[in-house]
C-alpha cells in the first residue's frame, strides 16, 4: 500500500499509509482467481532495512487510492476549521495545497479502476453536519452513517476489481459495519479525553452509555461475520483473521479498558504498516487512525493446549499468549478446550 501510494502519487502520498486502508486490498485479492500478485520491494530503514515481498496490482491500488482520498478531505477539514496540526497559520495553504493535489490523484486512479471517490468525499462532508445537528436523544447510528457509507462503497467496488458481483452486496455489509465499529471504538476510546476537555464526542453528544454501544459493537461484529460468511473467497484465512478475530480482540480491549478508566489501550494503537504517521486512512471520518493492530506473536499455536493446529485457538488463554477467552473459538462454538 505504501509504495503503491508512492508509485502513483509521489513520496508525500505515503503518509496516507495505515493499517485500515489495507483490509482493501486483502478483500480484493481474497476473492480474487489464481496466484496473488507479488513484487520484491527493496530495503527500507522503517522496516529494518529488510526487503520484503508486497502486494501489487489493482487491489493495492484501491487501497491507496482510498486513503489517500480520505486523507485529503481530513486534511481539508482541518485547514479550513483552523483546527489541528493543518490548521495552524503558516500550514493551512500548504495543506490545503496538497489536499487538493490528493484529492484530485485519487479521482483519477479511482477512475482507473472504476471507481467514482465522489462517495467517500460526499460522506466526509456530511459529517460535520450531522454532527452538529446531533443532541440528546439523537440515535448514535445517525452519527456514524456517513462513516458507514464511506466503507461500505470501499469494501463493495472490491468485488467489482475481482469480478464478483455477487459480492458486492455482502461486502457492502460487511463494510457499512466495520465503519460503525471504527466510528464508535474511537469514540469509546477517546471518551474520557473528550469529557475531560470539553471536545465533542458522540457518545457525550447523543447521551449513549458504553453498554449501548458495546452492544452495537457486538451487534456489527456478528453482522460482519455473517456478510463474510454469504461472500465467496478464493483464501479467507486473512480476511477472517483481521475482520472477525482481530477486530473482535480490538472491541473487546477497548471497552475493557474505558470500563476500567485505562487510557492505554495497545488493541486500537495500531501503528501504520511501515512506520509512517497515520494520516486518516479508511476510517478517516471519525479520525481513527489503526482499529486493527496487526501482530505476529511468537511461538504462538505451538504451545496451544487445544490440538486443531489453527493458530486461532490462542484467542483462548493459553501459555504462550495469555489472552483472554474470545467465546469464538476454532475448534467450535465456544472456546477450544484450553484454560479459560
Not at 480474487?32 to 526487503?51: F, N, W
Not at 491507496?64 to 485547514?79: C, E, G, P, Q, Y
Request: hydrophobic share 40%; glycine share 12%.
Amino acid at each position: 500500500m505504501c509504495l503503491s501510494l508512492r508509485d502513483d502519487h509521489g513520496q508525500a502520498a505515503r503518509l496516507a499509509t495505515n493499517y485500515d486502508g489495507l483490509v482493501i486490498s486483502v478483500l480484493a485479492e481474497a476473492q480474487a482467481d489464481g496466484a496473488p500478485e507479488r513484487r520484491l520491494a527493496g530495503r527500507c530503514a522503517l522496516r529494518g532495512m529488510r526487503k520484503l515481498d508486497v502486494a501489487v496490482g489493482d487491489c493495492a491500488r484501491l487501497a491507496a487510492t482510498v486513503s489517500l482520498v480520505l486523507a485529503a478531505a481530513k486534511i481539508r477539514d482541518h485547514a479550513d476549521d483552523g483546527d489541528g496540526a493543518f490548521g495552524r497559520p503558516g500550514v493551512r495553504g500548504a495543506a490545503t495545497a496538497l489536499a487538493g493535489r490528493w484529492a484530485a490523484a485519487g479521482t483519477k486512479t479511482g477512475r482507473e479502476l472504476g471507481f467514482e471517490v465522489g462517495v467517500l468525499t460526499e460522506a466526509i462532508g456530511r459529517q460535520t453536519a450531522v454532527e452538529a445537528a446531533a443532541g440528546p436523544g439523537t440515535p448514535l447510528l445517525t452519527v456514524t452513517e456517513p462513516t458507514e457509507t464511506a466503507t461500505a462503497a470501499a469494501f463493495a467496488h472490491t468485488a467489482v476489481l475481482a469480478g464478483k458481483p455477487a459480492n458486492e452486496a455482502p461486502l457492502a455489509e460487511a463494510g457499512r459495519l466495520f465503519g460503525r465499529i471504527a466510528h464508535l471504538v474511537d469514540a469509546v476510546e477517546d471518551l474520557a479525553a473528550d469529557q475531560a476537555n470539553g471536545a465533542w464526542n458522540p457518545l457525550l453528544a447523543t447521551g449513549t452509555d458504553l453498554t449501548e454501544a458495546r452492544r452495537l459493537c457486538d451487534d456489527a461484529l456478528l453482522g460482519i461475520k455473517l456478510a463474510l460468511n454469504e461472500a465467496e473467497f478464493t483464501d479467507a484465512r486473512l480476511v477472517h483473521t483481521l475482520l472477525v478475530h482481530e477486530l473482535a480482540r480490538s472491541v473487546r480491549r477497548v471497552f475493557a479498558a474505558a470500563s476500567t478508566g485505562s487510557s492505554a489501550v495497545a488493541a486500537t494503537a495500531g501503528s501504520p504498516g511501515c512506520g509512517l504517521p497515520a494520516a486518516a486512512g479508511l476510517t478517516g471520518l471519525s479520525g481513527l487512525s489503526g482499529l486493527l493492530a496487526i501482530r505476529r506473536r511468537r511461538g504462538c499455536g505451538e504451545d496451544c493446549c487445544c490440538d486443531c493446529g489453527e493458530d486461532c485457538c490462542c484467542e483462548c488463554s493459553c501459555d504462550c499468549c495469555n489472552d483472554a477467552c474470545c467465546g469464538d473459538g476454532c475448534c467450535g462454538d465456544g472456546c477450544c478446550d484450553c484454560s479459560c
